[in-house]
């Protein structure tokens, strides 16, 4: 049971290029986010998916999309890569307990991207 | 005003001390807690939820306070390993995890 998988772990783009960030969990939860953590700010949220085929904007959506094709998978886009996506990015993934708001987050190690 | 505030410390107690954190949030309708650890360039780990009024789990007891709107969480005994940074998170209906900037704790020997 691997529990929340990130790939890749490390990547350094150039302005402009693109590139995806997979996210893949062996839990069978519903819901599951993309977040990124800069230097002196709490995570922020980019967008999530509260199921198969379905996605929302998070907080700071702008400059990313995101794709939930199959129920374990969740990809993160970025189009024309930025400076100020320099960031760390944590996918994390939920379940709820049917009848209560118990919700529990379980994070992936992070990908580290620097844009230059 | 950000939506869950901490004291971003850092908090320097030696081993063996009680400290306590807060944490404040402005939207009266979050239903979810949570206290999470990060390590230094780790993923923040899931330390308690907090579902009532508080609860207790081993050395760490989290309590909520719906009226005020806080959260806090109290470390006793201290211990080298508990340095880290503390995330307070709420959250509504389990799609909206917010998370507070992170209260750093260092135990010193």
């Known amino acids: 049971n691997a529990g929340v998988t990130q790939t890749p772990k490390f990547r350094v783009l150039k302005t402009g290029q693109s590139m995806t960030l997979l996210c893949a969990q062996d839990?069978?939860?519903?819901?599951m986010y993309w977040y990124r953590q800069d230097p002196g700010m709490g995570l922020r949220l980019i967008h999530y998916?509260?199921?198969?085929?379905?996605?929302a904007k998070g907080e700071v959506p702008d400059g990313y999309n995101v794709s939930r094709l199959k129920k374990q998978n969740f990809l993160l886009g970025l189009e024309s890569a930025a400076p100020s996506q320099t960031s760390v990015y944590f996918c994390a993934s939920s379940y709820s307990i049917t009848g209560t708001v118990k919700y529990e987050q379980y994070f992936g190690p992070g990908t580290r991207l620097t844009v230059t | 005003r950000k939506e869950v505030e901490q004291d971003p410390g850092p908090f320097n107690v030696p081993e063996g001390a009680t400290v306590a954190f807060n944490c404040t949030y402005s939207?009266?309708?979050?239903?979810?807690f949570f206290w999470y650890r990060q390590d230094c360039r780790k993923e923040p780990k899931l330390l308690m939820s907090?579902?009532?009024s508080g609860n207790e789990d081993g050395r760490f007891t989290a309590q909520l306070n719906r009226a005020s709107q806080y959260i806090s969480l109290l470390i006793r005994d201290s211990k080298l390993s508990d340095s880290a940074t503390y995330l307070c998170?709420?959250?509504?209906?389990?799609?909206?995890?917010?998370f507070g900037p992170g209260t750093r704790l260092s135990v010193l020997p």
């Open positions: 998170v709420v959250s509504r209906y389990g799609q909206n995890f917010v």
């Open positions: 998916s509260v199921g198969e085929g379905t996605t």
């Open positions: 839990m069978n939860h519903e819901y």
């Open positions: 939207n009266s309708a979050s239903q979810s």
């Open positions: 907090v579902y009532s």
